[in-house]
């Protein structure tokens, strides 16, 4: 008798990965740029509040809060990811937009292809996967390095996944 291990050929997951928005300034580091512009603002709008300009204090403030605006709308936007799971008898993708929608796709591997738009002077510029006439689009919000190098780690695992699994016999 034989026993079977949970890391069967068939279930083992061939390739994985989170795709993330990269955002390159910390939370933290925000906070600090947040209270260096508040207190550059308010060290410049004094002398003209003390002239009578004190109209400034409005544009200077506006300023300061359009800059956060920005950069919250830009920190909601990295809650987005995309989950990609593969193995051999599945490629299951999962889309979460920054507001917590999710979406969820299933494929056979054995009809997917994984398809690139490149441009030779801004590099990859669409990475998406099709099956017959549907199309689904991975990394929109990753840089042109970054889809290029998902998919070098991608497409050995997708052509692993369309051979089959291996069985070692033990012969």
């Known amino acids: 008798m034989?026993?079977?291990?949970?890391?069967?050929?068939?279930n083992s997951t061939l390739f994985e990965q989170r795709l993330q928005p990269h955002r390159s300034l910390k939370a933290s580091h925000f906070k600090l740029l947040m209270l260096l512009l508040c207190a550059i603002s308010t060290a410049t709008t004094i002398p003209f509040f003390l002239l009578g300009a004190w109209p400034i204090i409005g544009f200077m403030g506006l300023d300061v809060l359009l800059i956060y605006v920005a950069f919250r709308a830009s920190y909601n936007?990295?809650?987005?990811?995309?989950?990609?799971?593969?193995?051999v008898v599945s490629l299951k993708i999962e889309k979460v937009s920054a507001k917590g929608v999710k979406r969820a796709f299933s494929f056979n591997p054995l009809w997917v292809r994984l398809g690139t738009d490149e441009d030779e002077d801004y590099g990859m510029r669409r990475l998406f996967l099709r099956v017959r006439s549907r199309e689904v689009e991975l990394g929109k919000f990753l840089t042109a390095q970054e889809r290029a190098d998902f998919a070098k780690k991608f497409r050995p695992a997708l052509a692993q996944a369309q051979r089959g699994p291996v069985f070692d016999h033990g012969f």
Do not use: C, Q
């Open 2 to 10: 034989t026993e079977h291990s949970s890391e069967h050929p068939v």
């Open 77 to 87: 936007s990295a809650k987005a990811y995309e989950t990609v799971r593969l193995d």
